[in-house]
């Protein structure tokens, strides 16, 4: 523990270029400088499932030599662990990556190897996304940190973000235990200087041969609970006196306990006061925070969402103060900070915001122009099904003016829920389950493996746009290439459909929308598990796809809206009406020729601008 008031702690371990006259200083995102930093401490093995704000981690990885690092895509977040673990088993330091929801699919494998320990050091790094920018709901990793009863590191900035990666391998060979390293959002994609460091050589430890560690059985399970309580005792010790943890003396009127980006924050907002900067959440360093809170009259705990490091102290009898005056939801924020301050009386005035009364535009997410996946939606919206969603960007179906989903939970929970809604008779429409490619392979094949096996009568549309859209168009087993673009084995998706049982299967192209139609109406006909496969590839990932656009002739246009309803941003209305009602226009710059609103429209006002129009 230090005692200083600089700007970013400077852990031990940063590396021969941080200790040279003229360092290499870059400026990395916070997901660079964790790649960095794990290759800096020598892992050999990464892996990954993509996940914003989690997903550039891997990607960086991937561009160190394939000498030094292994880095790959794994099918899902578990499977990555269980990689990660069974090379840290044999030896070497290991690395998995994941956003927070992620690390739900991983538990089970991180509950029972914290019983296990480690060989080579084993890190997970966990990307929380307050705000819930791009994620179905905003858990605190921390929590997962103290039930699994593993450390929690938690940096700042991106200099930390690396520095800690680091440190984090060294933790856990010296502590046997995975480590958790936990950014956020803002840190995640936030870009700040980062002094480089060299790639530490590191042997492999090789296999310790030693099953009544490494196998959970209940009587070793038994015997390593007590060993897992003794080495948090020592973790509370380490962390007591690491430079994780940071004094910065101020005021004696107010301190305040804070962590993670919410650090800058505090420090911009109330730079008189006393700080204590736990660089990790989990452990707590214990004999560190009462000596802090005695110096000190009054304790407010800054931390964003849900007030763990409030809760450990108060169990510790220490009076303090947190969420009364900041909020357990969203992001924190230097304003929100200084409200909550105002509020509980420690800053006396608020500055004045000047009002420039400006709305602004509303801009709710939308389908890229040509994406296959409108054409599925507006068909299931025709025959008026009831429809399952998945996690990915057609889970955009269930707003205007598409419309067609009625349910999306979580990553593969689609068909299973499509099971149980046509096994409780529930409804009388036909009952659909959509999911992605990427999402299929990643939690979708045991529910249909359910769904035959209880001879469900269900209809699953595979949207196959062959990349991980969502997060930026990554590479999984059914695209047939590596995270560092190497060929390999691609998964057939009809081979593995029919080896489940599916009697019912059908290939067809998404922007074939006759065929797309009947399709999807043969399928829900069909009594029993149907899966229709809708292959198309994303029109921007990995590559953009624009043909020659289409425009509109105007005089042939009636304002029927049947184009408008493939929710594509390239149409929208013109100041030419028909009838009292605004015609269409397609903008030129955008449309990519996929020719769907060409199909739909009823006059064949609707052509190739092979002219160039405007």
Not at 10 to 22: D, L, T
Not at 559 to 573: E, G, Y
Request: proline fraction near 5%; charge should be negative.
């Amino acid at each position: 523990m230090t005692n200083d008031t600089g700007s970013s702690a400077r852990i031990h371990g940063a590396g021969a270029a941080a200790q040279s006259p003229e360092p290499e200083v870059r400026s990395f995102m916070g997901n660079e400088a964790i790649a960095r930093g794990a290759w800096e401490a020598g892992v050999r093995i990464g892996a990954a499932y993509p996940g914003t704000p989690s997903t550039e981690i891997m990607e960086c990885l991937g561009t160190y030599p394939a000498e030094d690092v292994d880095a790959q895509w794994a099918t899902n977040e578990k499977v990555s662990l269980d990689v990660a673990i069974g090379a840290s088993l044999a030896g070497v330091r290991a690395m998995c990556a994941m956003k927070h929801v992620g690390l739900n699919v991983a538990s089970d494998s991180l509950m029972s190897q914290s019983y296990i320990g480690v060989n080579g050091g084993l890190v997970l790094v966990v990307c929380d996304d307050p705000g819930m920018h791009s994620s179905q709901n905003e858990q605190d990793t921390r929590l997962f940190g103290q039930f699994a009863m593993v450390p929690v590191l938690e940096p700042s900035d991106a200099q930390e973000a690396k520095d800690f990666t680091k440190l984090a391998f060294s933790i856990s060979e010296q502590f046997d235990t995975p480590v958790i390293v936990r950014s956020t959002t803002r840190l995640s994609h936030c870009r700040s200087p980062v002094v480089l460091g060299e790639r530490e050589r590191i042997r492999s430890k090789g296999f310790r041969d030693t099953p009544s560690k490494h196998v959970a059985l209940p009587g070793n399970a038994r015997v390593r609970h007590p060993l897992v309580l003794e080495r948090e005792q020592q973790l509370r010790d380490y962390m007591n006196t690491s430079d994780l943890i940071r004094w910065e003396p101020g005021s004696g009127d107010i301190g305040i306990i804070t962590l993670s980006t919410c650090y800058t924050y505090v420090r911009e907002v109330i730079p008189q006061a006393s700080v204590l900067k736990l660089g990790a959440s989990y452990p707590l360093a214990e004999d560190v925070v009462r000596r802090f809170c005695d110096s000190v009259k009054r304790v407010l705990v800054v931390e964003e969402l849900e007030p763990v490091i409030e809760k450990e102290l108060r169990a510790m009898d220490i009076e303090v103060e947190g969420k009364d005056y900041f909020p357990r939801v969203g992001e924190l924020s230097p304003e929100l900070l200084r409200a909550g301050l105002h509020k509980a009386g420690i800053i006396d005035e608020m500055p004045r915001i000047t009002d420039f009364n400006i709305d602004a535009v509303a801009r709710p997410p939308v389908l890229c122009a040509g994406c296959s996946h409108a054409s599925t939606y507006m068909a299931l919206g025709n025959i008026d099904a009831r429809v399952m969603g998945d996690i990915g960007c057609y889970t955009l179906g269930a707003i205007e003016p598409l419309k067609a989903m009625d349910a999306c939970v979580s990553m593969g929970s689609s068909i299973g829920m499509a099971v149980g809604m046509a096994k409780a008779g529930a409804t009388d429409k036909p009952v659909v389950a959509t999911i992605g490619d990427s999402t299929f392979i990643h939690a979708g094949i045991p529910p249909l493996i359910d769904a035959v096996y209880n001879n469900a009568d269900i209809t699953v549309l595979l949207l196959d746009n062959q990349t991980v859209a969502m997060t930026g168009g990554q590479d999984h087993a059914g695209t047939g290439r590596t995270l560092r673009g190497e060929e390999t084995h691609r998964v057939d998706f009809e081979q593995i459909i029919r080896a489940i049982g599916v009697q019912w299967l059908k290939t067809v192209d998404s922007y074939d929308i006759g065929s797309l139609y009947q399709t999807y109406r043969e399928a829900i006909q069909y009594k029993g598990v149907a899966v229709v496969i809708s292959n198309r590839p994303c029109v921007l990932d990995p590559v953009r796809i624009k043909g020659t656009p289409f425009h509109v002739r105007a005089e042939g246009c009636t304002a029927c809206q049947a184009c408008m309803n493939l929710a594509c941003p390239a149409i929208s209305w013109s100041d030419e009406l028909y009838d009292g009602h605004h015609k269409v226009k397609i903008d030129q710059a955008t449309c990519i020729g996929c020719s769907m609103c060409a199909q739909l429209c009823p006059t064949d006002c609707i052509q190739l601008n092979e002219s160039g129009i405007e």
